[in-house]
């Protein structure tokens, strides 16, 4: 018997757990592990992947109840549905065929109708814009027998940028706080394609000392079961209240501690009530990114799958190896730049990129992103826009963001 192993002494109500509460979890942890035993020995083939609320959710609703979804199917335009061997990825394309091209790439918990706002202002300026669900959050599925990490997230950008019938074989990669890690690893490996790179309020050298007690013992592997991780993580990342539209600030990245300026945040997927209560779109001003969130982790049944995951092995926290990749990259174009006098540089070739960061981001610390951006890629290689607003500026001060990726553009693409 599995009890019987265990001390009796820690069965008591040491650090406030008490009796029950152990035996309870130390029950369930043995009853999982026997039906995981059970089912791999009669060989029940395991689900490879898990469907989005496309599937699950929205053929059983009404007209009514369709319409009242925080985050519709046809929330923005040119959405399709595309198939692939890892499951279907929900995408977004409109704009005129012969504009500049911009990939838009989301956050960790809002999908991609929070940037939204953001793809209408590109469109306005006459560019092409793509925008997708990353696996596990929105329309898109979830595979469930693969780690989220680098691997599976290039890959989603190039089965994304395979399904438009337009080549998108050079354009400009604009990403969002995890969006933004993930299109620095994307460069890393891709740089010929990348006409720009703008990252807006970016993860990937957020410091490690903003990581808590809680985050390390939620999120490193085999400290808890993994089904009573689960339910913290569900529980934690889940708003808890809607709360009417109007305010801002807060984050969009893992852990609660991160947010050291918030003295009471404790919540993993928002910066607290006043990010929660941002509404996600000028195009949808009732609707809150708590509103949005909270119906992913109730009808979304790969999403804190995913969640969990992505914190665990995707690129959020220093240091990155990505970013000194990208590092040599940049340098090695800007030597080519200067070799080539004359020739006008264009994107990368111009070895920059754009980082636009809030003011009083209480996630990806202006002061600390700045230092850290400067030390890996150069002073050379990196220009800083800062504007006012924490780490929910793409919806807040989309109008803005464009400009100054404009400008950048102007500035290295003419």
Partial sequence: MVLQSIPSSLLGTRA?????ALLTATVATAAC??????????GVKQQLCVPSPRTTTLPTLSEKETLALPYPLDALPGGRDVETPYGSIRVYEWGPEDGEKVLLVHGISTPSV????????FVGKGCRVMLFD?????????????????????TQFLLVLASSKLPWTNFNLVGYSLGGGLCVLFARYFPHQINSLTLVASCGLIRQHHVGWKSRLLYSSG?????????????????????PPGAAGGADIASAETKKYLPNGDGDSNGGAEFDSTSISKFRPRTTVSSVVRWQVDHHD????????????????????DWKALNEILKRRRGSALAEEGTPASGLLAGKILMVLGE??????????IEDAQKTLGVDGVEIAVLPGGHEIPITASSDIVNRVEAFWRKYLA
């Fill in 223 to 243: 400290m808890l079961p993994e089904f009573l991780v689960r339910v913290l993580v569900r529980r934690r990342i889940r708003p808890k209240i809607a709360q």
């Fill in 302 to 321: 790969g999403f804190v799958t995913a969640f969990l995951s992505t914190i665990r092995n995707a690129p959020i926290y220093a240091p990155q190896q």
């Fill in 360 to 369: 009083d981001d209480p996630i990806v610390v202006k002061e600390e992103t």
């Fill in 16 to 20: 406030g757990f008490p009796r029950t």
């Fill in 33 to 42: 592990l026997s039906i995981r035993l059970i089912l791999q020995s009669k």
């Fill in 114 to 121: 929070a940037l939204g706002d953001l793809g209408h202002e």
């Fill in 134 to 154: 990353l696996f596990g959050r929105g329309y898109s599925d979830a595979p469930s027998d693969l780690v989220y990490d680098a691997r599976l997230y290039v």
